[in-house]
């Protein structure tokens, strides 16, 4: 599976980005997630929706960022609002079933205070 990330810019502090991943076949088995890297801190998930069932999120985000999956067109969003400057980071689209595990470019959210 090949993944596109997209929506990254600069936003001040309390604006709201919507990230999308497009994937390049079917994504309807897989489980669908965003991960943050910040620069001298390793990668961390932000948010994980299953192929069905409820999402996680990392308690950082929880009550401000909203994952979703639309399976019909491949895609997967990252709503993002009351953004802090902690936010700041490239984030990863994560496609991942069983062992296979499969990650995209990355798209840089940089949240000015």
């Known amino acids: 599976v090949q993944l596109q990330a997209s929506g990254g810019g600069l936003v001040q502090a309390g604006g709201s980005l919507r990230l999308s991943c497009a994937a390049s076949r079917s994504i309807s088995s897989y489980f669908m997630g965003w991960y943050r890297q910040a620069p001298g801190k390793q990668r961390e998930l932000v948010a994980r929706r299953p192929p069905g069932g409820s999402a996680d999120y990392a308690d950082s985000v929880k009550g401000r960022f909203s994952i979703s999956r639309d399976n019909a067109k491949n895609t997967v969003h990252l709503q993002m609002n009351s953004l802090k400057p902690e936010d700041t980071a490239v984030y990863y689209c994560?496609?991942?079933?069983?062992?296979?595990?499969?990650w995209g470019q990355g798209t840089q959210v940089t949240v000015s205070s």
């Open positions: 994560n496609a991942a079933r069983g062992y296979l595990d499969f």
